[in-house]
């Protein structure tokens, strides 16, 4: 866990657009365990500017490239779940498959739950009318952006920490949206320098399902009415 999470530490740092706390060491300790040393940052006061931190996060995500696809050197976690990470050239397949595939199968393994398990794999096979007109590159994304991996320094620049990474489409950055606090300053910002893409609203929800399915996994029931609910509208609007 600590390995992945210093090398996406890594990735993200040598990017030089947003600041994040710069990994030194990982390894294990003498009497079992293991440990990551890390840059100390002094936070602020509050989170920051919201136009300034959409801003760095695109910069991040121009500057943050892959020439192997979509992926990462090693698989890591989001939260305690694996995150599998396996390099694929395509992203529709990625993300069907490492994303939303791992996880519902770890629904049904876990709760037995074949219904959001079949309908969630109807879904997963029927994806590329979502993305009609749009040319995937891979980015480097934090993984898991939430309120509490957010932050700022004493000056006030904004501050990124215990990341999820993967090289993805920079639409699934925004999959924790719901629990990030994300105002309309902060995505202007964001699109001034990563463009909007056609169909960006109708794959918002995409994004999302990822993380609730994780959820569900690991916090249990109350997360399932969501991702179920997210799957069925797509199924609907995808009539299949």
């Known amino acids: 866990m600590f390995e992945g999470e210093a090398l996406g530490l ?8 947003i600041r994040v706390p710069r990994p030194f060491k990982v390894g294990a300790l003498p009497t079992g365990g293991s440990y990551i040393i890390m840059e100390f940052i002094e936070f602020g006061s509050s989170r920051g500017n919201q136009s300034v931190f959409g801003k760095k996060l695109a910069e991040m995500h121009k500057a943050g490239k892959s020439g192997k696809g979509f992926g990462f050197d090693v698989d890591n976690t989001i939260g305690s779940t694996p995150q599998i990470n396996k390099w694929t050239s395509n992203w529709i397949e990625f993300y069907a498959e490492h ?65 999820a990474c993967y090289y993805g489409h920079n639409e699934a950055e ?49 997360y399932r009415s969501s991702a179920l609910s997210i799957i069925d509208d797509y199924l609907r609007m995808l009539k299949v």
């Open 10 to 17: 890594g990735a993200m740092y040598e990017t030089r657009t």
């Open 99 to 163: 994303r939303l595939g791992y996880q519902l199968k770890l629904a049904l393994d876990q709760y037995g739950d074949s219904t959001i398990y079949q309908r969630g794999h109807r879904l997963m096979k029927n994806l590329a009318p979502l993305f009609e007109g749009v040319n995937v590159e891979p980015c480097l994304l934090h993984g898991d952006l939430w309120s509490g991996n957010i932050s700022s320094d004493k000056n006030g620049e904004p501050v990124i920490l215990d990341p």
């Open 174 to 222: 925004f999959g924790m949206s719901w629990c990030a606090g994300f105002g309309g300053s902060f995505y202007n910002s964001y699109f001034e320098v990563m463009p909007k893409q056609p169909g960006f609203e109708k794959r918002r929800d995409l994004y999302m399902l990822y993380h609730y399915l994780n959820h569900y996994n690991l916090f249990g029931s109350g």
